[in-house]
C-alpha cells in the first residue's frame, strides 16, 4: 500500500496570501496524484488531477506541482471560500489511498 | 448533470449487515467503474471498493475484504455495497464516487451513514 502523508496538519493563512500544501507518496507515483477540497457536511470535490490540471470550474488561484513523490498545492491568494480540509489522492495502482487532510483556516 | 444518490444506510448492531444503493443519472452508467470511498466521524477519506462497468473486475481495501462485496445492476443504473459483519470501525459516510476517465473522483454522491452500535 502507497501511503500518502500530507503536511502540515492545519495551516492558518490570512486572506489574500498563499497557501503551500504539501504532500508525500511513500513511493513514486509518476504524476498520477489527485487534490480534493473538503467542507462541512459537503463531498470532496475535485481540484487537480495529473499533479497540475485544473478540474472543470476550479479557480485558476489553486495549481498543483510536483511529481514522483513530493507534491504541492498552492492556493495563491487565499478567500475567505477557501477554508476547508484538503486532501490527496494517489490513483498509480488500484489500491487508492489518501493522504490524512490538511486543514486550511482563514487567519 | 451528473447525479448520484446513496441510500440503505442507518443504524445497525455488530455481527449484523447491511446494503447500500447508489443510483446515478447524467452519465453512461455501463461503461462507468464506480467506488465506494468512507469517511469514519471526524476522520479522513478511505477508499472501499470498485467495481468496473461490465462487473467483471471488482477490488476491496483490506480492511473490507471477505465482508462487503461490490455489485451493480446496469438496467437501473445503480451499485451496491453489502456489507456482512459488520464491526463499529465501519461506522463512517459511505460516498459513491465515479471517475471520467482516470483513476481520481469527479463525481460523488452527498453520502449515506452508517452506524454501528449495539
Known amino acids: 500500500e502507497i501511503v500518502m502523508t500530507q503536511s502540515p496538519d492545519t495551516l492558518s493563512v490570512s486572506p489574500g496570501e498563499r497557501a503551500t500544501l504539501s504532500c508525500r507518496a511513500s513511493?513514486?507515483?509518476?504524476?498520477?496524484l489527485a487534490w480534493y477540497q473538503q467542507k462541512p457536511g459537503q463531498a470532496p470535490r475535485l481540484l487537480i488531477y495529473g499533479a497540475s490540471t485544473r478540474a472543470t470550474g476550479i479557480p485558476t488561484r489553486f495549481s498543483g506541482s510536483g511529481s514522483g513523490t513530493e507534491f504541492t498545492l498552492t492556493i495563491s491568494s487565499l478567500q475567505s471560500e477557501d477554508s476547508a480540509v484538503y486532501y490527496c489522492?494517489?490513483?498509480?495502482?488500484?489500491?487508492?489511498?489518501f493522504g490524512q487532510g490538511t486543514k486550511v483556516e482563514i487567519k | 448533470e451528473v447525479r448520484l444518490v446513496e441510500s440503505g444506510g442507518g443504524l445497525v448492531q455488530p455481527g449484523r449487515s447491511l446494503r447500500l444503493s447508489c443510483t446515478a443519472s447524467g452519465i453512461t452508467f455501463n461503461t462507468q467503474w464506480m467506488h465506494w470511498v468512507r469517511q469514519p466521524p471526524g476522520k479522513g477519506l478511505v477508499w472501499v471498493s470498485r467495481i468496473n462497468g461490465d462487473a467483471s473486475e471488482t477490488r476491496y481495501a483490506d480492511a473490507v475484504k471477505g465482508r462487503f462485496t461490490i455489485s451493480r445492476d446496469n438496467a437501473k443504473s445503480t451499485v451496491y455495497l453489502q456489507m456482512n459483519s459488520l464491526t463499529v470501525d465501519d461506522t463512517a459516510l459511505y460516498y459513491c464516487?465515479?471517475?471520467?476517465?482516470?483513476?481520481?473522483?469527479?463525481?460523488w454522491g452527498q453520502g449515506i451513514l452508517v452506524t454501528v452500535s449495539s
Open positions: 489522492q494517489h490513483y498509480n495502482h488500484w489500491l487508492w489511498t
Open positions: 464516487a465515479s471517475p471520467r476517465f482516470g483513476g481520481y473522483f469527479d463525481y
Open positions: 513511493e513514486s507515483i509518476s504524476s498520477k
